[in-house]
């Protein structure tokens, strides 16, 4: 494949990998958990033992995520939380942890919990006060920070370059969920951080049919090398027809991010001062607190996911969900259907969560529908 080519290109072609065997463009699924040797006991294909350790089916889709997002590897898994759960298993006890206080809320409990239980230390930072993160970090103890920007589901953008260097200068990592940004928008190696997380059953696989996660390297340092044992040893492997389901997906991604980037921001811009809502959450509306920030490290668009804080609170919210007829009552994000979710009541009574929130991930659909949608809705 050309070096110079635009990441539209490869990534449309799957990087350009036609069979060397049958020269079928589309890959084969390949189930072998077990991979030959010769008669002089060499693999016959290096690299490739058993699947655990090495799957050829998963190569196209780590080769195209890796040059994506400008890193040196890229590991899949079996889901967003086991990518992110290697991350955190990597970590020593007496390690410090840093979080930000709203997040994926499963992975902060997650990790809440885990770390308490393994001796990692972890506090949590405040997204909404930029000096917050610089007083959480302990130079020469913190060993991870974690960012997930725009942050689910108020969409509060975190600087990644600001977070890299408060990050480096004591010591520690700076890891990235960056599932909701995705490499269209946001190459967060390119801003200093040391490792990506996607939940790729969003937008990198886009059709709401694979589970499925994966981080991407910087650097393969030593780090990545006990990643890379975590996921071999511990077994949190996609399945080979999952991982041929998210090559494919991932053909389209740039389709896919660039229509729900316009639509979303469309859909912000018409409902930002209906009478109906209390505010509209976009990072792409010169109104969000993180509007600045955005514009620098989100290039192409402002991502497909927005909320809205309906008047009448919980109740209010409620009632909006409950006449939507285009938008899908449903949890999750980045697939071509728009979903429409009440946060609170997914996440229960600990959840910081206001009540009155309601999360769209916007799809691939006529923008005219779902706004009429939401239209009456509201009305
Ligand atoms: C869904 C999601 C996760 C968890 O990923 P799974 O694939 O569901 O395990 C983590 N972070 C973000 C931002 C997500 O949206």
Not at 33 to 47: M, P, Q, V, W
Not at 157 to 170: S, Y
Not at 191 to 207: I, P
Not at 224 to 237: D, F, L, T, Y
Request: proline share 5%; with cysteine.
């Amino acid at each position: 494949m050309p070096k110079d080519l635009a990441p539209e290109t490869y990534t449309a072609q799957g990087m350009h990998s036609p069979d060397p065997v049958t020269g079928s463009l589309v890959p084969a699924v390949q189930p072998s958990t077990t991979f030959g040797r010769d008669e002089n006991y060499k693999l016959i294909a290096e690299s490739h033992s058993y699947a655990r350790d090495e799957n050829p089916g998963f190569l196209i889709a780590e080769r195209l995520l890796a040059q994506l997002e400008g890193g040196e590897e890229s590991l899949l898994f079996s889901s967003g939380m086991s990518a992110a759960g290697a991350i955190v298993q990597s970590l020593k006890p007496g390690d410090h942890v840093v979080i930000p206080k709203v997040m994926y809320w499963g992975l902060r409990n997650w990790m809440v919990n885990f770390c308490s239980r393994w001796g990692i230390e972890l506090d949590q930072y405040d997204l909404a006060d930029p000096n917050d993160l610089a007083s959480t970090v302990k130079a020469g103890k913190t060993a991870l920070v974690w960012v997930e920007t725009p942050c689910n589901p108020t969409w509060d953008v975190i600087d990644i370059e600001t977070a890299a260097e408060l990050a480096h200068g004591a010591g520690a990592r700076l890891a990235v969920d960056s599932t909701v940004s995705t490499p269209v928008l946001t190459r967060p190696i390119e801003f200093g951080a040391d490792v990506v997380m996607h939940s790729a059953t969003k937008y990198l696989n886009g059709h709401g049919d694979v589970v499925a996660g994966a981080l991407v390297t910087a650097k393969k340092d030593d780090f990545w090398g006990e990643i890379r044992k975590v996921r071999a040893e511990g077994g949190a492997i996609l399945g080979s027809f999952e991982a041929w389901l998210l090559q494919r997906g991932m053909r389209t991604l740039f389709l896919r991010v660039g229509h729900a980037c316009q639509s979303a921001l469309a859909i912000a811009q018409y409902f930002e001062n209906h009478p109906a809502l209390e505010s509209v959450l976009y990072p792409g509306l010169e109104s969000h607190p993180g509007h600045e920030i955005a514009r620098k490290q989100m290039l192409g668009g402002f991502g497909g996911m927005l909320s809205l804080r309906v008047k009448g609170g919980e109740k209010g919210a409620l009632g909006v969900i409950r006449k939507c007829r285009v938008f899908v009552r449903a949890t999750s994000l980045g697939g071509v259907e728009s979903l429409i979710e009440h946060r609170y009541s997914i996440e229960g009574a600990a959840s910081p969560i206001p009540k009155d929130l309601l999360r769209l991930s916007v799809g691939i659909e006529s923008v005219d529908d779902l706004i009429a949608d939401l239209e009456q809705a509201l009305g």
